[in-house]
């Protein structure tokens, strides 16, 4: 599975991205995505997940409520949709996919299978 981040960018306080994750190479449908988020000096860490069926989408606790995950089966991409972004927002971001079918989308990154190359999201305040 190769993954393909894109739509970050430099954003004011309070304004909104949305970041697409395209995939391609095996059955994306059946794979759980998540977004992952790393800021300079610090561990990667879990912004929200969605299960193959887009179910049940998980997030952290910084992005509910202002963040949202999506994914498109029939064009083989996940989205995130990010409002009111924040100068701690501030990361590259990384979408993930998750081989296999899960009850719950895991929030720990050596979970996922594939990685994509990241995109870098600022928010200047």
């Known amino acids: 599975v190769q993954l393909q981040a894109s739509g970050g960018g430099l954003v004011q306080t309070g304004g909104s991205l949305r970041l697409s994750c395209a995939a391609s190479?095996?059955?994306?449908?059946?794979?759980?995505m998540g977004w992952f988020r790393q800021a300079p000096g610090q561990e990667r860490e879990f912004v929200a997940g969605i299960r193959w069926s887009g179910s049940s989408p998980v997030y952290a606790d910084s992005a509910k409520g202002r963040f949202s995950i999506s994914r498109d089966n029939t064009k083989t991409t996940v989205y995130l949709q990010m409002n009111n972004l924040k100068p701690e927002d501030t990361a590259v971001y990384y979408c993930?996919?998750?081989?296999?079918?899960?009850?719950?989308?895991?929030?720990?990154?050596?979970?996922?299978?594939?990685w994509g190359q990241g995109t870098q999201v600022t928010v200047s305040s």
């Open positions: 190479g095996r059955i994306f449908s059946s794979y759980g």
């Open positions: 993930a996919a998750l081989e296999g079918v899960v009850t719950t989308i895991p929030q720990i990154s050596s979970q996922y299978d594939y």
